[in-house]
């Protein structure tokens, strides 16, 4: 609804504008680009892309889009015609666009359908029920044509909103998890097939290297966490720590599209939700008699401590959710502002001597931080994996 | 001056947060300065302990967001 009203006030101030500005909408080129948002650059490096960029080349993606109204559409990125370093297309194919890198939908109907090209885009803030949110527009035959957000999954719980489009394409974090998981699965077999082959022999190459850390988790975590039913559960928690830790790893690789996986909320909420259903469907009757009627306590305390417990059956995946989205975000974004201090030293180009300085700071900061990043990606992993393990475990535990 | 009460959430949460895996750090050295030998065992309660006091300071943050 708010959006059919301030597309009007938009064409009515594009129009107003006709006479200044010839065949743009009023939209700055990037050479004359507003003051340096070390917020948004970060912003914009963290969220998931429908392009892959390794150092200065791009990568098309396939896009896989479905809005009601219009239906499926398969298409590469490759229609929209990427150029620049900002991932803004200029061309719009069936009424979708690419900004920033993202694909987004022209919500307006009366936007003409195959492809055409569009000049430029247009960033703002607009209010909705008293929170604010970004808005964009497009520019097309000099009109600004308002933009959905781009497509989410947390059901506008992000002040996102709820979108007329669905994404489903493989974007910049499918890709990278297709090419993990591919990894992992060729290392892991080659390993297996080591194991069946070199019996009663030392273990050679990346053997002896994936041992060690076998033998960890399976002994520190999996056995002292699960107890005597460990081996049920190996696969599971294996999977958790090595794929976890790889898209870690990955997305700290410099110039290599970095891919933020492990920093995305979809990401983590699904690795949640397997070990919420893990849990849940093999928790026995202890299991489920400490949670609703915890034995061996005086009632009065049970009717305070059951509504907690149970609480507590879907606070834990969203603790595990949240605390491996945010850790890895806040690495990113630290180490993002970091480098942007070149660009406030340099007071965007204004000033050498401070842009020098900044430079000289930000890597070496970002040098300690990318340090510290990587024992944050060994750690997470862990944890993600220590705790899904000792739920499991709680799950399981025969009565003591 | 214009922001939110949402922003003095956020710290005060963090305070907590630092608080309590400051306690089980300091703490964990204690013990481990006691009994060297159980090194190991006392280094995985402590982080999971840590990632459980983390977990209480998300959940302030996310209240905040979506509040």
């Known amino acids: 609804m708010f959006s059919v ?19 743009n909408c009023g939209i700055e080129h990037h050479e004359v680009a507003d003051a340096y948002n070390p917020g948004g650059v970060a912003f914009h490096h963290i969220s998931d892309q429908n392009i892959f960029t390794i150092g200065p080349w791009y990568f098309n993606l396939p896009c896989i889009l479905y809005a009601p109204e219009h239906g499926w559409s398969f298409f590469s990125s490759k229609k929209f015609h990427v150029h620049g370093t900002h991932g803004d297309g200029t061309l719009a194919f069936d009424g979708y666009v ?42 097309y035959n000099n009109e600004l044509y308002k933009l959905d957000q781009e497509s989410a999954v947390d059901g506008g719980l992000f002040k996102r909103g709820i979108t007329s489009f669905y994404d489903f394409s493989i974007t ?71 794929f976890i830790l790889a898209l870690n790893l990955v997305g700290q690789i410099p110039f290599f599209g970095n891919p933020n996986v492990t920093g995305s909320l979809a990401f983590t909420i699904v690795l949640a939700v397997f070990t ?81 300085l900044g430079a000289v700071v930000g890597v070496l900061l970002g040098i300690f931080m990318s340090g510290i990043e990587l024992l944050v990606a060994l750690l997470q992993a862990f944890i993600f994996a220590i705790l899904s393990a000792s739920y499991i475990g709680a799950a399981v535990a025969d009565d003591h | 001056m214009t922001g939110t009460i949402i922003t003095i959430g956020f710290g005060l949460a963090v305070i907590g947060a630092g608080i309590g895996v400051g306690y ?44």
């Open chain 1, 5 to 23: 009203f301030a597309q009007h006030d938009d064409h009515n101030h594009a129009e107003a504008n006709d006479s200044g500005h010839e065949e």
């Open chain 1, 98 to 139: 690419i900004h920033s890198g993202v694909v987004m939908r022209v919500i307006d109907a009366s936007f003409p359908m195959g492809e055409v090209e569009v000049a430029g885009f247009k960033e703002g803030i607009e209010v909705v029920d008293g929170t604010e949110i970004n808005s964009y527009s497009v520019c």
């Open chain 1, 172 to 242: 910049k974090n499918v890709l990278a998890m297709f090419i993990v998981a591919l990894l992992l699965g060729w290392m892991f077999l080659s390993i297996a097939k080591s194991y069946r082959t070199r019996v009663g022999m030392a273990p050679k190459g990346i053997q002896s290297f994936i041992e060690p850390i076998h033998n960890f988790i399976r002994d520190d975590v999996a056995k002292a966490m699960i107890g005597p039913k460990y081996e049920r559960y190996m696969p599971f928690i294996m999977s958790l720590f090595f």
């Open chain 1, 276 to 356: 919420f259903v893990v849990t849940n469907l093999h928790g026995n009757a202890n299991y489920w008699k400490h949670v609703f009627w915890m034995p061996g306590i005086p009632w009065p305390v049970k009717i305070i401590l059951t509504p907690v417990e149970v609480m507590g059956v879907f606070l834990k995946p969203v603790t595990l959710t949240v605390r491996l989205f945010a850790n890895i975000t806040a690495g990113h974004i630290v180490l993002l502002s970091f480098i942007g201090l070149t660009f406030i030293f340099g007071d965007m180009g204004q000033s050498v001597g401070g842009g020098v």
């Open chain 2, 24 to 67: 089980i750090g300091g703490k964990a050295m204690d013990a481990i300065a006691r009994q060297p030998e159980a090194v190991g065992d006392i280094r995985a309660n402590m982080l999971i302990m840590a990632a459980l006091i983390e977990g209480v300071a998300l959940i302030a943050i996310i209240l905040g967001y979506i509040s």
